[in-house]
């Protein structure tokens, strides 16, 4: 089953999909965190908690224009006029001066471009492992460029060199990366690449490594931003790539994006960062290490969202985070694992399925739900915790949670609630979950909890009516 197909149907039950937690499955989850939590190992058994799931099909690349390529030396000044327009122009300045000289930019007019061709026009330095970019290099639109398997691409820091498209950068095979070297006028500058515009941006079996600063999004390394009116022809897709020390892997309206089977460490900012966009799918990922912000960060204006079968592990705070205006979400299949923050912190939301997760070892909450409405958490592993193993804020007036068939063990609290609305319990163990179960707004209603032999209602608060639900079918 595809992982859109999947979504609507967790999303579409009113009901539990099984009558309890399977204590063999979940027996073997725990197994495998004393023993040391192989990311691996709990992948596999994510997947069997959620029922099974399939990563997407990764759209081919978007035929590229023909001719030969066409190119100009001249000032930086014109690319980041451009820039401007489209981007903000924020951080121009810091950019300019990390120029060696501000005179001397490759543009690509038009045309495709490889690097044996801008080699022999003199615009590339050939080394024994590939070729060194000492300048900037800018595509306009209808340009493109392209990186062929086995190649390598280095660019000069000490140059202020970056790639800047607004046209096409294909890669298949080939390693883009910053020489880790020093800006003498600029000392936190990195080299990095950017597509924005009506460009399009299809990476595979690529590396990326030393790229990007802590500045605009527009320069944290690799950056994707196309969130204007005219959007490219093609949806950026990044498969089957590894990003070394690129501070982030960042998105803004890139509707139709695919991220899948990507290995991230060692991020600066959100290994990837997603703002604003519709049928946005990372799925298959794995990362690890990052500094200074969440594994994965969304936010702004979302829509169809499906964060599936990712392993997330030894960040320096939250796992997932996902603070925009999201409808339609799903959280399927991941393994968020001793991460500083929460694991998955969300809201406000609507029309959440969150499935199949194992979320354990988390310095704060597990999963924490704020402002959500139309919520199903279901058959998730979440244990051990710092905080409480799921926490409800501001949900009064919004849509029902439905909590079915999840395990709770180890976490400081089970549950916890603070403007709690309406929640249904099914199925749920909290047999091992010491030594709190219920916190908050929730320990009011442990008692009645404790004594129901079947699934559990606590009631919207009076005057808070309900509204109905938008992703259940009519």
């Not at 859109?4 to 979940?26: F, K, N, Q, Y």
């Not at 190649?151 to 790639?163: H, K, Y």
């Not at 964060?307 to 985070?321: F, H, K, M, S």
């Amino acid at each position: 089953m595809r992982l859109a197909a999947c979504l609507l149907l967790a999303l579409s039950c009113a009901g539990p999909v099984r009558a309890e937690p399977d204590a063999i499955l979940h027996g073997a989850i725990a197994r495998v965190l004393t023993a040391g939590a192989e990311g691996e190992v709990l992948a596999v058994l994510a997947g069997r908690l959620a029922g099974g799931v399939e990563l997407p099909e990764v759209p081919k690349p978007a035929a590229l224009a023909g001719g030969p390529m066409k190119v100009l030396e001249g000032d930086v000044q014109a690319a980041l006029t451009q820039l401007s327009i489209l981007a903000g122009g924020n951080g121009h300045l810091s950019l300019q001066l990390a120029q060696a000289s501000t005179t001397d930019v490759i543009y690509i007019l038009s045309g495709t471009a490889t690097l044996s061709e801008l080699e022999a026009a003199g615009h590339l330095q050939r080394r024994a492992n590939g070729w060194r970019l000492s300048r900037p290099l800018v595509l306009w639109p209808g340009a493109a460029l392209v990186l062929s398997p086995g190649q390598v691409l280095e660019l000069d820091t000490a140059a202020g060199a970056f790639v800047l498209s607004f046209g096409d950068v294909h890669m298949a095979g080939a390693t883009l990366r910053g020489d880790g070297g020093q800006n003498a006028r600029v000392p936190t500058f990195r080299p990095f690449l950017l597509v924005t515009g009506q460009g399009s941006f299809h990476a595979a079996r690529s590396t990326f490594a030393d790229l990007g600063f802590d500045g605009p999004v527009a320069f944290r390394g690799v950056s994707v931003l196309t969130g204007g009116v005219m959007k490219p022809a093609s949806a950026p897709v990044v498969t089957q790539s590894r990003f070394q020390n690129v501070y982030s892997l960042s998105f803004e309206g890139a509707d139709g994006m695919v991220v899948t089977r990507n290995r991230l460490s060692g991020a600066g900012a959100a290994a990837i960062s997603v703002k604003d966009g519709r049928g946005v799918t990372l799925a298959g990922n794995r990362i690890s290490g990052t500094d200074g912000g969440a594994g994965i960060r969304l936010s702004g204006a979302l829509e169809d969202v499906v964060i599936a079968a990712n392993v997330i592990l030894g960040g320096g705070r939250n796992g997932v985070q996902i603070d925009g205006k999201t409808l339609r979400l799903g959280l399927r299949a991941n393994v968020i694992l001793n991460n500083a923050g929460s694991g998955i912190s969300l809201g406000p939301a609507t029309c959440v399925a969150v499935q199949g997760n194992i979320i354990a070892g988390n310095g704060t909450v597990g999963l924490r739900l704020t402002r959500t409405g139309a919520a199903r958490v279901a058959d998730n592993a979440v244990t051990g915790n710092g905080s409480a193993g799921i926490e409800v804020e501001a949900q009064a007036g919004l849509g029902p949670v439905l909590m079915s068939d999840n395990r709770l063990s180890g976490n400081r609290e089970g549950l916890r609630a603070a403007g709690l609305g309406e929640v249904r319990l099914a199925g749920n163990d909290l047999d091992h979950q010491t030594p709190r179960q219920f916190a908050g707004d929730f320990s009011p209603w442990l008692g009645a909890y404790l004594g129901a032999e079947a699934a559990f209602v606590i009631p919207a608060a009076a005057r808070a009516p309900v509204p109905p639900v938008p992703c259940q079918p009519e």
